[in-house]
């Protein structure tokens, strides 16, 4: 029967599918348990990414390494390195492995906006959000995940198309951002008549088909809810932090609660909300609480995270000669407040 010593040395060759680097190198054997009378062996064994097809495909390897060395029956339990042992790899990834931003040894912070039904704002808060990270200097790009009530390119005045070359998918540069949208590979606003697979490949492409080049962080604006394409987008990151939006209306925080609850089941972390929507303020300076007030508090409150900003009703200010109808000037009181937002989590991102 094995020994402790022997399976560590056997599956110390076998390699992580994300690193390709061995689990002797990346100390991925962290735990080996025998019961020698029921010649059975059980493993803990940790990786880059858990929940994947690549998993899989180790822990068929690992049994069958284990049983052709005499294991009679084999548990295996898999969990993540710690983000310290990820780090030190990303210095020795290849140029390939560092471009995947998919990969766990991408640098590239994702962002997630969710909310928990349509009507919020959500995707206003995105593009927003999204050039005001771009304002303060940072490297940012935009996917529009919201794959049937794709809006991104509209709000942000896109008047150019993306370039497609050597199979590459090149994004535009919209006020310091990189988007891209299904809303470029639709003829004259059709709808979106697609099943969820099909939609999966047109998301999986948008990560590892389009030249993103540098990014700090790559911003999602998701569908709203709770579905199908949301729950893929997040199966599919490494990580990524959440912002979820959500009006002062009770009924509205309480639905968006069902978002935050989704990116915490998905292991991945909530990084505050925001109130949109919040008030309007009259010619006189006046706040007027259209919605309602307290649903952003509460929603913070209930999710045990913070109160990122309230955004007011109102509209922006735009030219004809660069006409973004959604998008809010650096010096107007919205902008400040996207400015600040966009600050905060800068901040909190860094830690």
Do not use: C
Request: proline share 5%; charged share 20%; hydrophobic share 40%.
């Amino acid at each position: 029967m094995l020994n402790e010593q022997q399976v560590r040395e056997l599956l110390g060759e076998l390699q992580d599918p994300f690193l390709h680097k061995t689990l002797a190198e990346t100390k991925g054997v962290t735990n080996v348990s025998i019961k020698a009378e029921k010649e059975h062996v059980s493993v803990r064994i940790a990786i880059a990414k858990v929940n994947t097809p690549e998993q899989m495909t180790l822990q068929m390897k690992i049994v069958e390494v284990l049983k052709e060395n005499g294991a009679a029956s084999v548990g295996i339990r898999f969990e993540e390195l710690p983000a310290e042992v990820l780090q030190s790899f990303r210095g020795q990834a290849t140029e390939s492995q560092a471009q995947d931003i998919l990969s766990p040894l991408s640098s590239v912070q994702f962002i997630s906006i969710a909310s928990g039904k349509g009507g919020v704002g959500k995707s206003t808060v995105s593009v927003n959000m999204a050039v005001a990270l771009a304002r303060l200097g940072k490297k940012v790009g935009l996917i529009d995940a919201d794959i049937y009530g794709f809006s991104v390119p509209d709000m942000m005045g896109v008047t150019e198309m993306p370039v497609v070359k050597d199979d590459r998918i090149y994004p535009v540069d919209r006020l310091g951002v990189k988007v891209i949208s299904m809303g470029f590979f639709v003829e004259n606003n059709a709808p979106i008549v697609w099943r969820g697979p099909m939609l999966g490949k047109v998301l999986d492409q948008f990560f590892r088909d389009v030249e993103w080049g540098e990014l700090d962080y790559l911003l999602l604006d998701l569908p709203p809810g709770t579905g199908d394409v949301a729950l893929d987008i997040h199966q599919m990151l490494p990580a990524s932090k959440e912002i979820v939006v959500t009006t002062p209306h009770p009924t509205a925080a309480f639905v968006a609660a069902r978002a935050g609850a989704m990116a915490l089941q998905t292991n991945h972390e909530i990084l505050g909300v925001i109130e949109n929507m919040a008030w309007y303020e009259s010619k006189t300076g006046e706040k007027e609480f259209v919605f309602g007030q307290g649903g952003g508090p509460k929603l913070a409150d209930e999710l045990r995270t913070k109160l990122l900003g309230q955004i007011p009703l109102g509209q922006p200010d735009w030219t004809e000669e660069d006409f973004a109808p959604s998008i809010y000037a650096d010096n107007h009181p919205t902008g400040q407040i996207y400015l600040k937002i966009a600050e905060e989590i800068i901040s909190a991102l860094n830690k």
